[in-house]
């Protein structure tokens, strides 16, 4: 369903790239909050707890509950899924069914935070993985039921990375958070994230070197093209087979010399994690576990369930700059929060606003005459 990795230039900066896909389209929102903006996250039964936000952000979120003509949404309903500040710390949400479950206690008298804004938390807040983790030592997180998915209790892990290429994954499992480094810079769902790293284990044996050439008895056997040292990654889309190409790309993928080839290069890294509607379909009568978010319903006529890459983001955590792109367009709109740092309210801008694609170039290519018989 998602897929999160770190990819370092040749000078060591970071960069993130990060997919998500889903079964349906769903009202994303790319949303800039400024600093100083007034945070509250609610649990039920205990006091909100309030934050304002030291560090302007932007995110791409979806509202955290159903409006209704009495309680319309408002600003702090929407959460980000996937975010930036203007140090250069992100958040990333991803499926992961298994934290749900008996929650964690808390004291009725405390303010808790909400898993659900976990987000908006963290990056109103900290500047780097390492802040992130102190404050969770000392801040209660309890899952909540989220009505947008039928009261099923926050099904996601989530994944922070700062502007050194830091990485921390934020995991519940039953309702007990857990915290861990994440040496790789690479997650997707589940399982648990010790059981990826230990899978990692069983593909000691990869290299981006091709080995072209092999002797069976006196038969010289020749590989007649290149790029036989990938024969040995997993085909599937799997979250599983995922988490291991993601290592292997963000591993051996060539350097950049510039963060604009850095950014280019991450596009074509992600590439190989783009997922066209058809290509892996469920039958829901075969008992497909398409649903990886538990309680998200198929849309439309279709007789079976395919996921697809909803959309793209890639941060350049260095200059601080965020690029989406969206299912229906293959080009990346680009998002400068340094340019961003001087407003002073919210900003909002529906995904779909991004599925424009480049105007029609080919008057371009009628100005642009060639004398016949020059080269």
């Not at 209790?153 to 050194?164: C, G, I, L, Q």
């Not at 002797?215 to 790029?227: H, I, K, N, V």
Request: hydrophobic share 35%; aromatic share 10%.
């Amino acid at each position: 369903m998602c897929t999160s990795l770190i990819y370092r230039d040749r000078t060591g900066n970071a960069y993130l790239g990060r997919t998500l896909e889903l079964t349906t389209e769903l009202p994303y929102e790319i949303v800039f909050f400024p600093r100083s903006f007034a945070f509250a996250s609610h649990i039920e039964g205990h006091p909100d707890l309030e934050y304002v936000g030291k560090y302007s952000f932007i995110g791409i979120t979806m509202p955290g509950r159903l409006p209704t003509a009495e309680k319309p949404l408002n600003l702090l309903d929407l959460k980000p899924l996937e975010g930036m500040n203007e140090r250069g710390l992100t958040f990333s949400l991803l499926s992961y069914p298994a934290a749900g479950g008996k929650k964690q206690s808390a004291e009725t008298t405390a303010a808790v935070l909400s898993a659900s804004d976990l987000g908006s938390w963290a990056l109103s807040q900290f500047t780097t993985v390492t802040e992130v983790k102190e404050a969770l030592a000392q801040t209660p997180v309890l899952l909540e039921p989220l009505t947008l998915l039928g009261g099923v209790e926050s099904p996601f892990h989530y994944v922070v990375h700062d502007a050194t290429g830091g990485s921390l994954v934020i995991e519940f499992n039953l309702g007990e958070m857990s915290v861990y480094d994440n040496p790789v810079g690479v997650m997707t769902n589940g399982p648990e994230f010790p059981w990826h790293l230990t899978n990692l284990n069983n593909y000691s044996f990869l290299s981006n070197v091709d080995k072209s050439r092999g002797r069976f008895g006196t038969y010289d056997a020749l590989q007649p093209d290149s790029g036989i040292a990938t024969a040995g990654l997993p085909a599937s889309n799997t979250s599983v087979g995922r988490f291991v190409r993601a290592a292997y790309y963000a591993q051996f993928t060539e350097k950049a010399a510039t963060p604009d080839e850095a950014v280019l290069t991450l596009a074509h890294i992600m590439n190989n994690f783009d997922r066209p509607r058809g290509a892996t379909i469920d039958y829901p009568e075969d008992g497909g576990g398409h649903m990886e978010v538990a309680g998200l319903q198929q849309t439309g006529s279709e007789a079976y369930a395919t996921e697809f890459t909803s959309w793209t983001n890639l941060s350049d955590l260095g200059r601080k700059i965020f690029h989406v792109r969206t299912y229906r367009n293959l080009n990346y709109a680009r998002f400068d929060l340094a340019a961003l740092s001087g407003e002073t309210d919210v900003r909002r801008l529906p995904i779909t606003d991004l599925q424009d694609n480049l105007p029609d170039t080919g008057s371009k290519l009628t100005a642009a005459k060639h004398p016949q018989g020059a080269v």
